[in-house]
């Protein structure tokens, strides 16, 4: 009989423990596009990937500038029990003038871009932004 509840409680353990493994399963993300200022590209602009947690701090999940053409392309992913709530933030000068600090721009990412896997499955096409748009909630940012 003790054998038998051990063996049971034990069957318990590894069916909750995989439950929980799975929760924690890797999410991933990718976005690709093309930045221009007008009629020209906008190169060397910092590009940034967060997921906007529910609980706790934010995570990037990815960095970089674009390229002399403006284009970029950025993947990252996290493990998590929530799904991902992904943003792409633009840190720019384009139509800025002399003014301190850069334009900062926050665009969400559809959900049905994010994954369930390690691997980016489907990349979100952000297409060619002209920054030079005034966005509503568009804000300024000293420290990117």
Request: aromatic letters at 10%; proline letters at 3%; one cysteine or more.
């Amino acid at each position: 009989m003790q054998r038998k509840n051990t063996f049971l409680f034990l069957i318990f353990i590894i069916f909750h423990l995989q439950v929980i493994v799975i929760s924690f399963r890797q999410q991933s993300v990718g976005v690709r596009g093309r930045l221009l200022c007008g009629n020209q590209s906008l190169p060397n602009t910092q590009i940034k990937l967060w997921n906007q947690n529910k609980i706790g701090t934010d995570d990037q999940l990815a960095a970089t500038k674009t390229k002399a053409d403006g284009s970029y392309e950025l993947k990252g992913g996290v493990g998590s029990i929530f799904g991902m709530d992904v943003v792409l933030k633009i840190y720019h000068d384009c139509d800025d003038g002399i003014k301190p600090c850069q334009r900062k721009v926050v665009l969400r990412i559809p959900d049905q871009y994010v994954t369930r896997s390690s691997d980016v499955k489907q990349w979100f096409n952000g297409g060619e932004l002209n920054m030079e748009f005034k966005f509503p909630d568009e804000e300024r940012s000293c420290i990117n």
